[in-house]
């Protein structure tokens, strides 16, 4: 759905297409896709969700504009709780091993040189694969580089070298900027 002004969602309850209460809007993230202006947001789980659909975690789900079917006094999605938990409890092919999703949430990220990047925030998926994964860059990546604060940037499943307790990439910084440059229009 299109969504203009994202920050009247954040406080919101949120249900799932049943009508089940899944949680509240808490934040969000402009998309990095500049010919539709979408929004990642990061939906806290409430007590009951949590523990049934999202491995007892206590950090944000992050849902696209594209999941959201309405919205006024509160958000409706156009998926159900189970679609949602199914997706959000696979395990994350990273490097040479996987990682449940969850735990990747808000793991920082950094080159393959150890430089920081940002921080893991989220995915797309479609057809139930992953398609990108989404990385908040640092504040002074951002200004360094003049491209958009408070946004989502794409990464290619293929960058994620290493998990432990951080997120290690297979590229350097430069590369990156490079590939947000030429492949997003990111100047």
């Known amino acids: 759905m299109r969504i203009d002004n994202p920050q009247q969602l954040v406080g919101k309850e949120v249900y799932d297409s049943n009508g089940n209460t899944v949680g509240t809007v808490d934040k969000y993230w402009k998309s990095w896709n500049?010919?539709?202006?979408?929004?990642?947001?990061?939906?806290?789980p409430n007590e009951n969700s949590r523990d049934t659909w999202f491995r007892g975690t206590q950090k944000l789900y992050p849902?696209?504009?594209?999941?959201?079917?309405?919205?006024?006094?509160?958000?409706?999605?156009?998926?159900?709780?189970?679609?949602?938990?199914?997706?959000?409890?696979?395990?994350?092919?990273?490097?040479?091993?996987?990682?449940?999703?969850?735990?990747?949430?808000?793991?920082p990220i950094y080159d393959k040189n150890h430089s920081r990047v940002g921080t893991f925030y989220g995915w797309v998926e479609?057809?139930?694969?992953?398609?990108?994964?989404?990385?908040?860059i640092d504040p002074y990546l951002a200004e360094a580089w003049n491209f958009p604060a408070n946004t989502m940037f794409p990464m290619p499943t293929n960058y994620f070298s290493d998990v432990k307790d951080t997120i290690t990439l297979d590229k350097t910084i430069d590369e990156l900027h490079q590939y947000w440059q030429n492949e997003w229009n990111f100047k």
């Open 34 to 44: 500049t010919e539709y202006p979408g929004y990642f947001f990061g939906i806290r």
């Open 63 to 107: 849902v696209s504009s594209d999941y959201i079917k309405e919205w006024s006094d509160q958000v409706t999605l156009n998926k159900t709780t189970e679609q949602l938990g199914k997706f959000w409890n696979r395990a994350v092919p990273m490097g040479n091993t996987t990682w449940p999703t969850d735990e990747l949430m808000d793991k």
């Open 126 to 136: 479609n057809d139930g694969t992953y398609k990108h994964y989404c990385c908040f």
